[in-house]
């Protein structure tokens, strides 16, 4: 068990080493926040990855691009994709976990507005020269649930 103590893996890296990999995980998590399409966000996940979203257990890379697939069929525009509040832990030269708060927003092509926000950590892992998510676990609270075109008759 490592407790508060440095990560025996890490010791081993250079400090600038931990710096770049600090920052090519933290890019690779903003890439992946900010995509536009399904194939893209599915592009960032390892092929043997396992995501936890609140309640929902997503065991294989298969039953994840259901719902992720599901999600960009409705999506209209994103309007907001922020993290907040990032820790990023590494812990060899091939592995990091990224944790932050998040922000994001969206509207659906019904013209619904979704507000998020929540906590969400990824254990990234290196795939050749590409950072990918192995495991992901997200907790989120809908803030809203709008439809602006109802609110302009009111």
């Known amino acids: ?5 440095q990560n025996p893996d890490q010791s081993n890296l ?3 080493q931990v710096a770049q990999i600090e920052a ?11 995509t536009k ?3 893209t966000a599915l592009s960032y996940y390892a092929d043997e990855v396992i995501a936890v979203s609140n309640d ?5 890379k298969e039953v994840l691009a259901e719902d992720v697939r599901a999600y960009y069929e409705i999506l209209e525009e994103v309007n907001l994709a922020a993290w ?5 832990c590494v812990i060899n030269a091939n592995a990091a976990v990224f944790t932050a708060k998040f922000h994001y927003s969206f509207t659906s092509k019904d013209n619904t507005s979704t507000d ?5 950590t990824a254990l ?3 795939d050749k020269d590409r950072w990918k998510i192995r495991v992901r676990h997200e907790s989120f609270t809908s803030k809203e649930n709008r439809n602006p075109e109802s609110e302009k008759s009111e």
């Open 1 to 5: 068990m490592w407790g508060i103590s």
């Open 14 to 16: 250079l400090e600038s």
């Open 24 to 34: 090519e995980v933290k890019q690779a998590a903003i890439d992946h926040l900010n």
């Open 37 to 39: 399409d399904a194939e």
């Open 56 to 60: 929902k257990l997503f065991p294989s």
């Open 84 to 88: 907040d509040d990032i820790h990023i």
């Open 116 to 120: 998020l926000q929540g906590i969400w």
């Open 124 to 126: 990234y892992v290196r």
